[in-house]
């Protein structure tokens, strides 16, 4: 890595040498050798088959090739002087069609790369399901199926029992919102469904699964361990002062954020989420003990945070109700710059969500466990992409999470997305959210600008 090419980005400051440094990634987005040594297809394996449901046609068979190139990978990591590594282990590698025996050759990938990390100083941070469900499981119902979410806990028993000597921190699921909106009402993500009913029920299961897994884990622990949940949380403020604005905030807010962190740390479902969906018919299918069961206790809260919204009450036409007689929630993004996502730039709203995160659900730490941004990068001659766009992103969130501890947020740590450029899910390879750059042809890796830059960070704040 050259080490005279630093960005004019100001270095990051404002945190203390105790927070924690990271780099985040997921099975499916990096690893390739979908089907080696037992790996069977997850549901992302089947959706990236069908026509149209990711750009150009890509998926997830070679990616960056990751399971052939930890070695080479953790050593990247460890040039950036990251403290821990945020990865998720494949269901589909451990435990093929999610159910039965550890397969032995796809559990001794992560207990290389569990090991690889150590001999490195670099702390690993397990994530036991970042949305590689086993085709099995979904033919069987999915996460709409009350089944997969005891599935889920047998299959986080596994893991756990051979991993918990060396691993400290085990969160059980990231982004349950997208699993099961994304996945099971617009359809947009694997497995591709669209009944909203369904992904109502996927949301209940993938909470009961997420405190089953506590539960079993810390029933088995021989020693202390971290546990938690990653959240995508944003915000939702009314686009203008109208009653119909405000209730349209609620309304997101209520389904994008309350509807998970009341149950898992109050032991409910928000009253006003339950009396929406009971006025269009709907329901959470709610067991005895079930809130029980999510409410457990857990000792560190994943943030993953990208941008805030607006939102607004009227269609642009002015009306109040769509087609089918439901109320409008219209997403408008603030008027700022954009990502190559077309996602708003919004640091403020960082802090302002951490900030009232720490407000409402208080006692509870929180680490941000993703945060980054896509931008269309272009290497030069020598193969280098100067990023200023991502690096002047990082820094301004960094900076925001720095306010928000300001304000009396307890937030302990920040993992880049992503390590690597990779697979971005129904984007393909088109968007580009790494701080090191992939050329897919060649398998080569580069540090970006950005990469030097958070290196330059985390070392100027020990
Ligand atoms: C998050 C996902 C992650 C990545 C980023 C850009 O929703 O958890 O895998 O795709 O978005």
């Not at 990051?12 to 990271?22: D, E, Q």
């Not at 591709?192 to 405190?211: E, I, N, V, W």
Request: glycine letters at 8%.
């Amino acid at each position: 890595m050259n080490p005279t090419i630093t960005s004019h980005v100001p270095l990051a400051t404002g945190l203390p040498p105790s927070f924690l440094w990271g780099v985040a990634t997921a099975s499916y987005q990096i690893e390739g050798a979908a089907a080696e040594d037992g790996r069977t297809p997850s549901i992302w394996d089947t959706f990236a088959r069908v026509p149209g449901a990711v750009a150009n046609g890509d998926n997830g068979d070679v990616a960056c090739d990751h399971y052939h190139r930890m070695p080479q990978d953790v050593a990247l990591m460890k040039s950036l002087g990251v403290d821990s590594y945020r990865f998720s282990v494949a269901w589909p590698r451990v435990q093929p069609g999610g159910r039965g025996p550890v397969n032995e050759a796809g559990l001794g990938f992560y207990e290389r790369l569990v090991d690889e990390l150590l001999s490195q100083g670099i702390a690993p941070w397990a994530t036991l399901y970042h949305w590689d469900l086993p085709q099995e499981l979904e033919d069987a119902g999915g996460w709409p199926a009350r089944d997969t979410a005891y599935r889920f806990a047998d299959y986080a028993a596994l893991v756990f029992e051979r991993l918990q000597d060396r691993v400290d921190t085990f969160t059980t699921l990231n982004e349950p919102w997208c699993s099961a909106y994304l996945g099971y009402n617009i359809g947009v993500h694997a497995p591709g469904r669209k009944d909203f009913d369904a992904s109502l029920a996927a949301t209940h299961h993938l909470l009961l699964g997420h405190g089953l897994a506590v539960r079993q884990m810390r029933s088995s622990e021989t020693r202390p361990h971290t546990y938690g949940i990653t959240l995508n949380l944003g915000t939702a403020d009314p686009l203008g002062d109208t009653a119909e604005d405000h209730d349209a905030a609620r309304r997101a807010d209520g389904m994008g954020l309350r509807l998970y962190l009341d149950p898992l740390r109050r032991g409910s479902y928000p009253a006003d989420v339950v009396a929406d969906l009971a006025a269009r018919g709907s329901a959470l299918p709610v067991l005895s003990g079930d809130l029980d069961v999510i409410s457990t206790p857990f000792d560190v809260l994943g943030v993953n945070f990208y941008f805030g919204q607006d939102f607004a009450g009227t269609d642009l036409e002015g009306n109040t109700h769509d087609a089918s007689g439901e109320p409008v929630v219209r997403a408008v993004a603030p008027d700022t710059p954009r990502t190559a996502m077309d996602w708003p730039i919004t640091p403020s709203r960082f802090t302002k969500l951490l900030v009232r995160l720490h407000h409402d659900y208080p006692g509870l730490p929180m680490v941000i466990t993703e945060n980054g941004a896509a931008f269309d990068d272009s290497p030069d001659s020598t193969g280098f992409v100067a990023d200023d766009d991502r690096t002047a992103y990082l820094a301004s969130h960094i900076a925001a999470v720095a306010a928000a501890r300001d304000q009396g947020a307890d937030v302990r740590g920040y993992f880049a997305w992503s390590l690597l450029d990779n697979f971005e899910w129904a984007e393909g390879y088109a968007k580009r959210f790494g701080i090191v750059h992939v050329d897919y042809e060649t398998q080569q890796r580069t540090p970006k600008q950005s990469a030097l830059w958070f290196r330059d960070t985390i070392a100027a704040l020990r």
